[in-house]
Nanobody, 122 residues
Framework: QVQLVESGGGLVQAGGSLTLSCAASGSIFSINRMSWYRQTPGKQRELVATIISGGRTNYADSVKGRFTISRDNAKNTVYLQMNSLKPEDTAVYYC????????????????WGQGTQVTVSS
């Protein structure tokens, strides 16, 4: 079994910064894609940023230039540095990981974290 535990959410004023962390633990041989999503009440979960194992990144247009995703493969951890935060960034942020638990099969499974609330006040 694999667990993803997020931390770093909270309340911040518009223009401020926060850094989210998500640590994966359990049966892990390797992790391919790691992503951050966000969701507000009544809306679909939105992909915010993705980083693959080789380090290539991709961002939603709404956060380009403000958010930076990074990962520490040795720690199985993904980060989201959020700068110049806006009230519309308020959401529950979820991390996601494509995990290969065992080298013998190389089968990949997707896991979600429990979510962390980010609130940006105007």
């Amino acid at each position: 079994q694999v667990q993803l535990v997020e931390s770093g959410g909270g309340l911040v004023q518009a223009g401020g910064s926060l850094t989210l962390s998500c640590a994966a633990s359990g049966s892990i041989f390797s992790i391919n894609r790691m992503s951050w999503y966000r969701q507000t009440p009544g809306k679909q979960r939105e992909l915010v940023a993705t980083i693959i194992s080789g380090g290539r990144t991709n961002y939603a247009d709404s956060v380009k230039g403000r958010f930076t995703i990074s990962r520490d493969n040795a720690k199985n951890t993904v980060y989201l540095q959020m700068n110049s935060l806006k009230p519309e960034d308020t959401a529950v942020y979820y991390c996601y990981a494509d995990v290969v638990p065992y080298a013998t099969t190389m089968a990949q499974f997707g896991y979600w974290g429990q979510g962390t609330q980010v609130t940006v006040s105007s």
